[in-house]
């Protein structure tokens, strides 16, 4: 199974995503794909040190899929965290 | 209104010095998430799906034009431009950064507003009646006393770590428009035989995973004796509440497992001990706080507008506009008017920044300053004289507020649902705009009349769903959005819990069903007169659930 490591950052609780170079970035298309469980244990443990270090809160590993180059959450959950709120709206910039 | 004292100011002052000291340790690296959550939950500051949220107290609903400018302020500053009016008369943003959060408290207690008590298990913010000190049918302004109730209960020690959280609502006129019954305590304002006031208290109520209408445990408590009274319910609730189970944590728990004579026995046991002790409400006190809100200057006026009729005649918008969103006022020559947050096809309870604004100058120029946010996620003007309704209603259809639905079925309630909550299973907004766009034509909801949809996207039913005459509940069925309906829930002084109509329906299929219950409703009621709640109650579910389900 396909997985991400997403979190909400610290200081402004925005949805990020975890890279394979261990940042913590807001494009969900630049996380690191794992499909591996030692892989996944080992960026599991290095996200909960960010948690620690208070970069980061509430990781957690999201099953995902690809789609013409770009990753999909499964959960429609984690969809609506990666892509924004589904309502409609005038005075929203940015709703999808 | 109420003006913050000396007292108020300073511990909400120095309450935005502690919390700022907290965020900047926590930025710091200093104290860990396990230490910051409960410190940020007692100053409004939530994690959600996206960002953090910022719940935001308004006591019993009530705002100046002031603190609407400043909430406008804050959006286009700290937020994304928009704010979101909630079912506990509270406003929430959904988008401020945490580092900010200091800054907006700080902004807020400048206009003497909050984030206290709007989250934990504490006495929560004291709704009331949106229609309150202006209503035709009170027997007198509830909000002297929901504000009584907020001073007592505010960082109370003794209540700041109850089982679960406590809600109590106010109303000062039979008919409720508080939803008392569905509250932890309720209180209905009364004059006693001798003019004198008084309060039936009600409790018990709730909605969430289990909903139950409150009982009343006392048809009359004196004025004086409120306090001791709720204080009293609050000690024997501390006492044998349940602390083991969270879901089995509310006072409606301990009444229902209890029995409410048992409840009674107690209250009135620890009430003797109290009664007449520091918690008296000494009359000239009451008085004190009563005069914070005493009526505004209204002139003697006619109490029929010749000039509002005769603009009605004119413009069918306006004459619309006036039957549906106008409420009887006590005083001749004026309304309560109802700003309808529930434009075709939008967002229940959201309101732009331009759209505060625009809100703040209306109330300023024609209604005395004060504006009220409804449980039903939409703003009153509650004074306004009816010679002034043409005007104010230009000005709200120039900022887009003058959708002509109050009280229709296109009034919908809904919680954020999956779209920011955390908690949510399902999405309840778009399900609120699809429905508003199939019944939004005019003549459509005219048809249908007075008819509540409510909505909630989990279980612990912040949407209402329990007691909209059709609820709609938001499940998660193996990973797809799945809604259950209910029918015949209602909230006022008749209170009654919904009945679960049968299967439930996945998102393509739920507005279809929607409307095969109401195009049901059309086809059995006895005349246009007979309510969908009515007919529902002579009826019964039968002919809905054949409607829905087959024979």
Redesign the interface.
């Known amino acids: 199974m396909l997985e991400i490591l997403t979190a909400?950052r610290?200081?402004?609780?925005?949805?990020v995503y975890r890279t394979a170079a261990g940042d913590w970035v807001d494009t969900i298309d630049d996380a690191e794909l794992i499909d591996d469980t030692d892989q996944l244990t080992v960026a599991v443990a290095a996200a909960q040190a960010d948690?620690?270090?208070?970069r980061v809160?509430?990781v957690a590993p999201i099953a995902v899929e690809t789609a013409e180059g770009h990753i999909v959450p499964?959960?429609?959950?984690e969809r609506?965290?990666a892509f924004?709120?589904?309502?409609?709206?005038d005075?929203?910039?940015?709703a999808v | 209104m109420y003006r913050y004292d000396e007292f108020d100011a300073t511990f909400v002052r120095q309450r935005v010095a502690q919390f700022s000291d907290q965020v900047e340790r926590r930025l710091r690296g200093e104290i860990t998430e396990d230490e910051f959550r409960p410190l940020r939950l007692m100053n409004g500051v939530y994690l959600q799906l996206h960002a953090y949220m910022l719940r935001i107290a308004i006591p019993y609903g009530t705002l100046s034009s002031t603190q609407m400018r400043r909430l406008a302020h804050i959006a286009r500053t700290y937020d994304k431009g928009f704010g979101h009016f909630t079912t506990r008369q509270n406003l929430q943003f959904n988008w401020p950064a945490l580092k900010d959060v200091p800054a907006i408290l700080a902004e807020l207690a400048e206009v003497e507003m909050h984030a206290i008590q709007t989250s934990g298990n504490c006495i929560r913010n004291v709704t009331a009646d949106h229609f309150a000190g202006a209503a035709f049918d009170e027997a007198d302004d509830p909000r002297p006393y929901a504000e009584i109730l907020r001073q007592w209960s505010s960082l109370h020690p003794e209540f700041s770590f109850l089982p679960r959280k406590f809600k109590i609502a106010v109303t000062g006129a039979a008919h409720d428009r508080a939803a008392i019954r569905l509250h932890d305590i309720g209180l209905e304002v009364k004059r006693g035989d001798d003019g004198g006031i008084g309060f039936a208290v009600h409790v018990g109520g709730g909605q969430g995973r289990t909903p139950m209408i409150a009982r009343e445990i006392n048809p009359f408590v004196p004025e004086a004796d409120i306090l001791a009274y709720v204080d009293a319910i609050l000690r024997v609730y501390n006492l044998f509440g349940r602390r083991d189970n969270k879901f089995k944590a509310r006072i409606k728990i301990l009444v229902h497992e209890t029995g409410i004579d048992e409840l009674r026995r107690l209250v009135e046991e620890e009430f003797a001990q109290i009664r007449g002790g520091v918690l008296g409400l000494p009359a000239e006190e009451a008085e004190r706080i009563r005069a914070y809100f005493a009526p505004p200057a209204f002139t003697a006026r006619p109490a029929a507008s010749a000039r509002l009729d005769a603009a009605r005649a004119g413009n069918p918008a306006l004459d619309r506009f006036s039957r549906q969103n106008l409420h009887r006022h006590k005083t001749p020559g004026y309304t309560s008017l109802t700003i309808s947050l529930k434009p075709i096809g939008g967002i229940p309870g959201d309101a732009s920044a331009d759209q505060m604004d625009a809100v703040a100058a209306i109330a300023e120029r024609w209604a005395f300053s004060e504006i009220r946010v409804s449980h039903e996620q939409n703003l009153i003007l509650p004074h306004l004289a009816l010679d002034d309704v043409p005007e104010v209603f230009a000005a709200l259809a120039e900022a887009g507020l003058a959708t002509a639905n109050a009280g229709a079925i296109t009034d919908i309630i809904a919680c954020p649902g999956l779209d920011y909550c955390a908690l949510a299973n399902a999405r309840s907004i778009p399900l609120a705009s699809a429905l508003s766009e199939r019944f939004g034509a005019p003549d459509r909801q005219d048809e249908i009349g007075p008819l509540s949809i409510k909505i909630s996207g989990c279980i612990n039913a912040c949407g209402h769903h329990h007691v909209g005459h059709i609820g709609i509940l938001g499940v998660d069925r193996k990973g797809e959005e799945f809604y259950q309906i209910s029918l015949g829930g209602n909230p006022d002084e008749s209170a009654s819990i919904g009945d679960i109509i049968g299967p439930g329906f996945f998102a393509d299929g739920v507005v279809d069903a929607v409307e095969t219950v109401v195009d049901t409703y059309l086809k059995l009621r006895t005349s246009p007169g007979e309510t969908f709640l009515a007919a529902y109650r002579r009826l019964g579910e039968a002919p809905f659930k054949e409607a829905l389900y087959g024979a």
Do not use: E, M, Q
């Open positions: 909400n610290l200081s402004d609780g925005d949805v948690v620690k270090a208070s809160l509430d499964k959960r429609l959950r609506i965290r924004g709120p589904t309502v409609k709206s005075h929203r910039p940015g």
